[in-house]
């Protein structure tokens, strides 16, 4: 019951950084901005998920399965963020600067 408790309340943490990422997504000022924004929250954001989830699961190996999923994740988005960042500068796109 008490895990359960700390689960949802663990996941409820995580919508704020959820929302943040898709709001600095909408509102940052160039392209690696909003990757960095989006990559950082939403790798926090499902960390608590997946902590939360951790602590309801039945055993132990499901609780390794979901930090390997997460891990995997967070090395994923990473990558992906470096690649599309270096695509980006190697086509020219500069990086805002303040006016």
């Known amino acids: 019951m008490i895990s359960e408790w700390i689960g949802v309340g663990l996941t ?3 919508i704020p950084f959820f929302l943040g990422g898709s709001v600095g997504l ?4 160039d392209f690696y901005t909003r990757v960095h924004a989006l990559t ?3 790798n ?5 998920v997946v902590i939360g989830r951790m602590v309801q ?3 132990g190996v499901v609780a390794a399965k979901l930090l390997l999923i997460w ?5 994923s988005s990473a990558t992906a963020a470096y690649l599309m960042a270096q695509s980006e500068l190697m086509k020219g796109v500069p ?3 303040r006016p």
Request: charged share 15%; glycine share 8%; hydrophobic share 60%.
């Open 44 to 48: 926090l954001g499902l960390g608590f």
């Open 71 to 75: 891990f995997l994740i967070l090395f």
């Open 40 to 42: 950082k929250a939403d």
């Open 12 to 14: 409820a943490v995580a």
């Open 57 to 59: 699961a039945d055993s």
């Open 26 to 29: 909408l509102r940052f000022p």
């Open 95 to 97: 990086p805002w600067t």
